[in-house]
Nanobody
């Protein structure tokens, strides 16, 4: 089992930055990737970014590279999501996931509880 705990969400003004964290614990041997997804109100989960744990490749969802930056501290089993130039449409619950790499939410076995990001003036 793998446990994921996200932190760092909150309310920010448009244009501001935010950094989310996701710490993993438990048996990581079956985990090939860690990822961030987000879910806007009344929408499905959207792929934001992922990193593969053995090759350290980083992937981003369409149109998100540049505004979103994923980084990883392997010693802490923690990934981060730096979000810059926040827009109203970035308002969502951001979820951390772990499992086999893909850009599809249903292929990930483990999920955090989510951290809410609200962009508001």
């Amino acid at each position: 089992q793998v446990q994921l705990v996200e932190s760092g969400g909150g309310s920010v003004q448009p244009g501001g930055p935010l950094r989310l964290s996701c710490s993993a614990s438990g048996t990581m041997s079956s985990v090939g990737a860690m990822a961030w997804f987000r879910q806007r109100p009344r929408e499905g989960r959207e792929f934001v970014a992922a990193t593969t744990l053995t090759t350290n490749n980083i992937y981003y969802g369409d149109g998100l590279r540049g505004q979103f930056t994923l980084s990883r501290d392997s010693a802490k089993n923690t990934i981060y999501l730096q979000i810059n130039s926040l827009k109203f449409e970035d308002t969502a619950v951001y979820y951390c996931a772990a499992g086999r790499f893909s850009m599809v939410a249903r292929t990930y076995n483990y999920w955090g509880q989510g951290t809410r990001v609200t962009v508001s003036s």
